[in-house]
């Protein structure tokens, strides 16, 4: 059974790559001062809040015996101010990793959808949108806990762990040196499951992109499901990316919950070693070992544990923000392989002369779309392409507006080659409606006035009279200011084609590019739309691919593409008189027509 591209896992990462650590630390680098902030406080506290056992061993073995009242006052009032300031540190902390960790989050997933914006149509062709959208929203909300607690966190804890090892060696060499017996232990145990681990996270981030990319599929072609009766087959494929998401996810946590009992075992275990060899040593004199040194000393290994989880728990975070990192990296870097080059200048007004020059052009290496096109377009001139499907007719318009790169060749526009030239300035003098009639989310007039935030609604309106969208906007409850589902749901598909020719239209510009821009609408509002076209078109120039001939018939000439090349150049009643492909063509669409005619003509007879 074939596989779909999303139930194909992605290629993993074999090495722990650090690389991606440190390009996320240079998004920290601008709210470096209130690290050092939160830092600073929450460093202050632990080292005061390290006192706190001294003074409990203070009380017992001085203040206690001594029958010091006021000592032990003054230790409980020492106790009382660390303990408020270390809540005012640690609420300090919140609210300013809690902002640094979100502005992080918010800096990330603006790189990787503006990079998204500027990535070519090859990239959407190959990939499950799914796939793309769950890296821009999951995986950049899953290094949340990571960039607000886990750094500072992992910090401070370390700072506390010297802090600790400082005050239990000042109480006793020997039980600080038993405590530590654990410690390779736990190295071991880290050891062992570092890799496993990693490459859990990696396959359970795999998965739920799986996941992700078949349901933004499925809720996209939900008309279709419903038509061919396949509810029960596509919950089927569900539930099998569902169960295999549900079992990577289980692996993951199983290794992520490894740590933090093994920590406890280990401290619980030297915990009680001390306890049994402190109480024995206590009875030989000279061990300087007192019922206070040892229950400060208990209370330091609690203390010297906790770090020690914590710092398990941030290892475990880690492993698994690098495995979405790699993913969110791995966008970003992806090449924009349709870019400005270096030096690239403004296009000037564009006056309308289009040139192809030997242009040949590949989606994939070895196999040419189109072989050495040669072609010119005066100012103003409509040229029309035509031919089977899959000759290469959009993607000559595509490459018109630089949507790709040509192989070889150039194209030039006003004698400019389109390539030395910045793409916006290109673009921004072009009207494009591609067969696809995209509808956003939002109102008529804001889809109209995409292309075109400044235009007026006086021109917005006109606009749409001259496509004949007008009076089906009228009808509808509240006119232009009417919600459209996102893509346009709500609308036929003629409607949508309007609005979108209105869209294009009210740009303004130089060069016209219709893809099929009729082919969803009747033949009756087809023709009225061709008079308003008639106008529109002078002085511009258009490029119109149609399947209806009879909307061409008017161009100044008609390219007619066939297996990577132009086989014939004219206009209609040229390329009728040599009676070759684009004759056999219109004589097939004209035979089409013309039985229904006969067919009913024959009835009324």
Request: hydrophobic share 40%; glycine share 6%.
């Amino acid at each position: 059974m074939a596989r779909n591209k999303y139930d194909v896992d992605e290629i993993l990462e074999d090495k722990f790559d650090v690389n991606q650590l440190k390009r996320l630390a240079g998004y920290l680098k601008p709210h470096r001062k209130q690290m050092t902030v939160v830092l600073f406080l929450m460093l202050s506290a632990s080292a005061l809040g390290m006192l706190i056992p001294r003074f409990v061993m203070q009380v017992m073995d001085v203040c206690i015996p001594a029958g010091d009242k006021k000592g032990i006052w003054v230790y409980a009032g020492l106790t009382m101010a660390i303990a408020l300031y270390t809540c005012v540190s640690l609420r300090i902390k919140i609210m300013l990793m809690t902002r640094v960790g979100q502005d992080v989050i918010h800096d990330l997933r603006y790189d990787i959808f503006y990079h998204l914006q500027e990535l070519p149509f090859s990239y959407y062709d190959e990939r499950p949108h799914g796939k793309i959208q769950v890296r821009v929203v999951n995986y950049v909300n899953n290094l949340s806990d990571l960039l607000s607690n886990g750094i500072i966190n992992t910090v401070t804890d370390l700072c506390n762990l010297f802090f600790i090892l400082f005050f239990m060696l000042s109480i006793n060499v020997r039980l600080t040196l038993i405590c530590l017996c654990g410690l390779p232990v736990l190295s071991v145990l880290v050891i062992f499951i570092k890799k496993r681990q990693r490459r859990a996270w990696q396959i359970q981030s795999n998965k739920q992109s799986n996941l992700n990319a078949y349901i933004a599929e499925s809720i996209n072609g939900i008309r279709v499901t419903q038509a061919f009766v396949r509810e029960k087959e596509n919950s089927g494929i569900f539930n099998r990316l569902s169960d295999g998401y549900r079992q990577a996810w289980m692996r993951a946590v199983r290794f992520n919950f490894l740590m933090g009992p093994s920590v406890d075992i280990i401290s619980t275990v030297t915990t009680a070693f001390i306890y049994v060899l402190g109480i024995s040593w206590m009875d030989h004199a000279g061990s300087g070992i007192t019922i206070g040194v040892l229950v400060a000393f208990t209370a330091y290994i609690s203390r010297f544990w906790q770090p020690i989880n914590t710092l398990a728990s941030f290892y475990n975070s880690l492993l698994t923000a690098i495995s979405y990192l790699e993913r969110i990296f791995e966008t970003i870097d992806h090449p924009v392989l349709v870019k400005d080059k270096e030096g690239a200048k403004e296009m000037p007004p564009i006056y309308g002369k289009v040139e192809f020059k030997d242009v040949t052009f590949s989606y994939e290496d070895g196999i040419e779309i189109l072989k050495k096109i040669n072609f010119y377009a005066e100012k103003g001139q409509s040229v029309a392409i035509v031919g089977p499907t899959g000759a290469g007719k959009t993607t000559i318009v595509n490459l018109i507006s630089r949507f790709y790169n040509v192989d070889s060749g150039e194209i030039l526009i006003d004698g400019i080659n389109i390539e030395d030239v910045t793409i916006h300035s290109l673009r921004s003098q072009m009207g494009v409606m591609m067969q696809d009639s995209f509808i956003f989310s939002g109102t008529i007039m804001d889809n109209i006035r995409y292309g075109n935030k400044t235009v007026t609604d006086e021109e917005v309106i006109e606009a749409a009279k001259t496509v004949c969208a007008h009076d089906f906007i009228m009808e509808m409850e509240n006119g232009y200011y009417t919600e459209v589902n996102e893509r346009g749901s709500r609308l036929s598909a003629g409607q949508r084609q309007l609005i979108s020719f209105a869209r294009a239209l009210l740009a303004d510009p130089k060069i016209l590019i219709l893809d099929e821009a009729t082919s969803s609408i009747d033949t009756e509002t087809e023709i009225l739309l061709q008079e308003g076209l008639n106008r529109l078109l002078v002085g511009r120039t258009s490029f119109i691919i149609a399947h209806r001939l009879s909307t061409i018939k008017n161009a100044d000439f008609i390219m007619y593409v066939d297996k990577g090349g132009i086989r014939e150049k004219g206009s209609h009643e040229e390329l009728l008189a040599k009676k070759g492909e684009y004759y056999h063509l219109y004589m097939s669409q004209y035979d089409f027509l013309k039985k229904p005619q006969d067919a009913k003509q024959s009835r009324e007879g």
